[in-house]
């Protein structure tokens, strides 16, 4: 019986988020590997320069490492 009525409710609710314009999906933006090594060769030049030792990790909105530096 609740999960029927839950079913109901989310059937309503879809057409209600497209009336206001909003999708029912999120649109994620997905970072390269070459990205990723940009980002890292960046924050290692920022660090040279201020004389700092960092170490570097780039992941995903998975929180998969996609490109990792240790000075």
Do not use: W
């Not at 009525?5 to 609710?13: D, E, G, T």
């Not at 988020?17 to 590997?33: M, N, P, V």
């Amino acid at each position: 019986m609740l999960n029927k009525f839950i079913a109901i409710v989310v059937l309503a609710l879809l057409p209600a988020s497209a009336a206001f314009g909003q999708s029912a999906f999120i649109e994620r933006k997905h970072l390269s590997t070459d990205a990723a090594r940009i980002i890292v060769d960046t924050c290692l030049a920022y660090a040279a320069e201020h004389d700092m030792t960092i170490g570097v990790a780039v992941v995903n909105t998975s929180g998969v490492l996609l490109d990792f530096h240790l000075m």
